[in-house]
């Protein structure tokens, strides 16, 4: 877990779901994995680089059905958020409300 007073969105999806993040959190879109972000996430880890995501994108969920970003809001209201980092052994790839994610702190695999 971290803690961040800056850099938090909240994604609002058509599926009525809202994924609070970091901007440098990739997601996985129907155009390849995609940050609010892509230079901070690109400073996380070098060996990855995601395009910027953008309200319209479509993410994949994990029945590989598309899901529309509807709107991408910064929280400026926040002065610290939790946020979760996962470490997954070898893909560092898991699901967040069904949606595919990359963890953003990841180890090359």
């Given at each position: 877990m971290y803690k961040h007073k800056r850099d938090i969105v909240d994604i609002c999806l058509s599926s009525g779901n809202i994924i609070t993040a970091t901007k440098s959190h990739p997601?996985?879109?129907v155009e390849g994995w995609k940050a609010v972000d892509?230079?901070?996430?690109?400073?996380?880890?070098?060996?990855f680089n995601p395009?910027?995501?953008?309200e319209g994108d479509e993410l994949i969920n994990n029945k590989n059905e598309h899901i529309f970003i509807e709107k991408i809001v910064?929280?400026?209201?926040?002065t610290d958020e939790?946020?979760?980092n996962c470490s997954i052994e070898k893909y560092n790839t898991?699901?967040?409300?069904?949606?595919?994610v990359h963890n953003s702190k990841?180890?090359?695999g």
């Open positions: 997601f996985l879109t892509p230079d901070a996430s690109k400073e996380e880890q070098h060996y395009l910027t995501l953008h910064e929280r400026y209201d926040l939790t946020v979760y898991y699901i967040v409300n069904n949606i595919v990841a180890a090359q």
